[in-house]
């Protein structure tokens, strides 16, 4: 069974920038895609970045600009750097990996256990 580890979440103040780490238990070599998506209390899942097994990226417009996924093929890791964060980007940051045709917080085949990410003063 495919396991994806999550790793960096807390509490950051707003405009401060953190990265969240998601190390899997297979190849990443392996999943065409990898992505984080947030689920805030209330609020439906939002996909946050996505990265191609080719190094495809794709983010939000609600990211765009402050969100950078990389993926490490030798450390089986990838990596949400966020910069310029703001309260309303608390929420609980899932790793995803899938081999369809796109990735979406309801499209995917491996999922982490989240990680919390509280932007607050």
């Known amino acids: 069974q495919v396991q994806l580890v999550e790793s960096g979440g807390g509490l950051v103040q707003p405009g401060g920038s953190l990265t969240l780490s998601c190390a899997a238990s297979?190849?990443?070599?392996?999943?065409?895609?990898m992505g984080w998506y947030r689920q805030a209390p209330g609020k439906q899942r939002e996909l946050v970045a996505g990265?191609?097994?080719?190094?495809?990226?794709n983010y939000p417009d609600a990211v765009h600009g402050r969100a950078t996924i990389s993926r490490d093929n030798v450390k089986n890791t990838v990596y949400l750097q966020m910069n310029s964060l703001k309260p309303e980007d608390t929420a609980v940051y899932f790793c995803?990996?899938?081999?369809?045709?796109?990735?979406?917080?309801?499209?995917?085949?491996?999922r982490g256990q989240g990680t919390q990410v509280t932007v607050s003063s």
């Open positions: 297979i190849s990443i070599s392996s999943i065409y895609v």
């Open positions: 990265i191609t097994r080719g190094g495809i990226v």
């Open positions: 995803i990996g899938g081999n369809g045709v796109g990735i979406s917080p309801t499209e995917y085949d491996y």
